[in-house]
């Protein structure tokens, strides 16, 4: 069984996050700048068994796609031609900095940390993937 893999896209800096083996928990990757993320990708996957991507989608509060979904969708279009076996799936990501931010805080993490815009790619990466994993057990 391959991981499955969470990207939350921004324009300068991109979180990532995956599963384990058995898709149990998400759990951080890395922030890579988003220039060198097509690079990042393939690396992961020569090393890791990948069988799903996770991309926030990022929607206004009445579900319309926001300003930032216009970055999105070419570079889903570049993924799908990178990794044509893999599909991808879309989540909604609204709230996911926020929700970072608070899940950061609550950690105990120190300010100096807390302020690391990286961090909160990461972990924003990671609600994504544990928003996709409650909702999928759901639908079983």
Do not use: C, W
Not at 11 to 24: E, P, S
């Amino acid at each position: 069984m391959g991981r499955i893999v969470s990207i939350d896209y921004g324009k300068k800096r991109t979180g990532i996050a995956a599963t384990d083996v058995l898709r149990i928990t998400a759990n951080g990757v890395t922030t890579v700048p988003t220039s060198e993320l097509s690079d990042f990708l393939k690396r992961y996957v020569e090393k890791e068994p990948v069988d799903l991507f996770i991309v926030g989608y990022p929607r206004q509060m009445n579900f319309q796609p926001s300003e930032n979904a216009r970055l999105i969708e070419p570079f889903v279009h570049k993924l799908k031609e990178m990794f044509p076996l893999i599909p991808v799936e879309y989540v909604d990501e609204r709230f996911t900095s926020k929700l970072a931010h608070q899940a950061i805080l609550e950690g105990g993490v120190k300010k100096k940390k807390r302020q690391d815009k990286a961090l909160v790619d990461e972990v924003s990466a990671v609600i994504i993937l544990q928003t996709y994993l409650e909702s999928s057990r759901f639908q079983k």
